[in-house]
């Protein structure tokens, strides 16, 4: 079945380290994108990719880094420079061009401890 | 960009009918989507409509559109438990890549 793969689906992370969140899709869909929910703020969009070897930062990126090396793939690293990384990472893509959603991964919780 | 505003709760009797409404503020949006998300869960994909619709029905699902007012509503029939979620609203033109949502409204269902 095609879907969205996040990886871990829980993540600690002490503070002052680098960690990697991992999405992979086999939908072949162009466009991927990385979201961060806070409790009662909605959806704030980190990074987006609309093809491969290219990517746009979104309203919060700093802190934040991303590669698009394969259609499949699309990491998110979360770096020392984020202060408050404590979140709920939620990763999607979409395909067949404008009028078609985002499909979206089942997310990963990342606490710093 | 696009602001898109949702309320943040409603509480429903089970069997009622929940309302969920939603403003955007851009004239040219031309899709109009509504997710579902149940906790420690990704958002789902419920349902969508074109902006040269009034009006989309699937199952118990109804959404209204009134491109006048920029006012969008997801009706749900016959509330169940199981319907208990956060509901988002989003919003996107044509050729452009990136949705705007809502912040979401939480939808309790009591018994």
């Known amino acids: 079945d095609g879907g969205i793969t996040q990886s871990p689906k829980y993540l600690f992370r002490k503070e002052g380290q680098n960690v990697t969140l991992s999405c992979e899709q086999n939908?072949?869909?162009?466009?991927m994108y990385w979201y961060r929910q806070d409790p009662g703020q909605g959806l704030r969009l980190i990074y987006y990719?609309?093809?491969?070897?290219?990517?746009q930062k979104g309203d919060i990126a700093e802190g934040y880094s991303v590669s698009r090396e394969k259609k499949e793939s699309f990491p998110l690293t979360v770096t020392s420079a984020q202060k408050n990384p404590t979140a709920f990472y939620l990763c999607?893509?979409?395909?067949?061009?404008?009028?078609?959603?985002?499909?979206f991964g089942s997310g990963t919780r990342l606490t710093v401890v | 960009g696009e602001d898109v505003e949702q309320s943040l709760f409603l509480s429903v009797r089970e069997g009622d009918s929940s309302v969920i409404n939603c403003t955007y503020t851009?004239?040219?949006?031309?899709?109009l989507y509504w997710y579902k998300q149940e906790p420690g869960a990704g958002l789902q994909l419920l349902t969508y409509?074109?902006?040269?619709?009034d009006m989309k029905q699937d199952q118990r699902l109804t959404v209204l559109l009134n491109k006048k007012d920029k006012h969008l509503s997801l009706r749900i029939a016959d509330t169940q438990t199981g319907d208990s979620a956060i509901y988002f609203c989003?919003?996107?033109?044509?050729?452009?890549?990136?949705?705007?949502f809502g912040a979401g409204t939480t939808v309790t269902v009591r018994a």
């Open positions: 999607a893509s979409r395909g067949g061009g404008a009028g078609y959603g985002y499909t």
């Open positions: 939908l072949n869909h162009d466009a």
């Open positions: 990719s609309q093809i491969v070897n290219d990517f």
């Open positions: 851009d004239s040219s949006s031309t899709y």
């Open positions: 409509i074109f902006s040269n619709m």
């Open positions: 989003a919003a996107s033109r044509t050729n452009d890549y990136k949705l705007s």
